[in-house]
């Protein structure tokens, strides 16, 4: 069965440009999570969705990041006015629920921002 | 959120078993251990999971210490793909965020 994917698979935007970077997670999953990962890092959680319902958005940055899930399967991560700090791979996660007994997550490919 | 403490490295030979060691000391009574990997350029992966027994899957087996306070995640026949860096985590199992470290970077060497 399909994974989860995320698309494109590399941008690279000029200083000040606006990105959007999309996830599509497994069919049925109820949870996404988005996470930024530093060249050499581990990822770092940016916020998380219970269906169309943004419950965490503890990590980002800045008021230039925003995700949306209006319809509880697809979501968009946007970055405004993109800063060079800004460059890093964008992962995307799902996961069955939120209860129960397991917690794996999982991954897509992750999309690689590099901001010039 | 408890914390975790691996080594930055390290190198295993081809065939043999791979010992990751964490070490997680303020874990606590209801969080699990959760080992993931991440090999270059894809996301990370689910391994193995545990609270207090050692538990085994087709990819790994976990160890974890009586007192909790550190586990080990066991690769039994360590191949070249299973190259790639290896993040221990605790969290409550609710479905929430993880919380990644640095990992251990592990290097499987013909």
């Known amino acids: 069965g399909a994974g989860v994917s995320q698309s494109p698979r590399y941008k690279v935007a000029k200083r000040g440009q606006d990105v959007a970077l999309r996830c599509d997670p497994i069919?049925?999953?109820?949870?996404l999570f988005w996470y930024q990962q530093a060249l050499g890092q581990g990822p770092e959680f940016l916020t998380y969705?219970?269906?169309?319902?943004?419950?965490?958005k503890s990590g980002l940055p800045s008021d230039r990041f925003f995700a949306e899930r209006p319809e509880g399967s697809v979501s968009t991560l946007k970055i405004q006015r993109t800063q060079q700090e800004d460059s890093a791979v964008y992962l995307c996660?799902?996961?069955?629920?939120?209860?129960?007994?397991?917690?794996?997550?999982?991954f897509g490919p992750g999309t690689r921002l590099t901001v010039l | 959120d408890a914390k975790t403490t691996q080594p930055t490295s390290m190198d295993c030979a081809e065939g043999r078993a791979a010992n990751l060691p964490c070490n997680h000391s303020t874990i606590s009574g209801n969080e699990y251990v959760y080992w993931y990997r991440q090999i270059h350029s894809q996301g990370p992966q689910y391994i193995i999971h545990g609270l207090k027994n050692n538990e085994t899957n087709e990819m790994a087996s976990l160890i974890i210490t009586e007192d909790r306070k550190s586990s080990t995640l066991i690769l039994p026949h360590a191949t070249l793909r299973d190259t790639a860096v290896y993040y221990c985590?605790?969290?409550?199992?609710?479905?929430?965020?993880?919380?990644f470290g640095q990992g251990t970077e592990l290097s499987v060497k013909p």
């Open positions: 985590i605790v969290s409550p199992n609710q479905g929430g965020k993880l919380i």
């Open positions: 996660a799902s996961s069955v629920s939120t209860s129960g007994l397991y917690n794996e997550q999982f």
């Open positions: 969705f219970q269906n169309e319902a943004q419950l965490d």
């Open positions: 069919s049925g999953h109820v949870s």
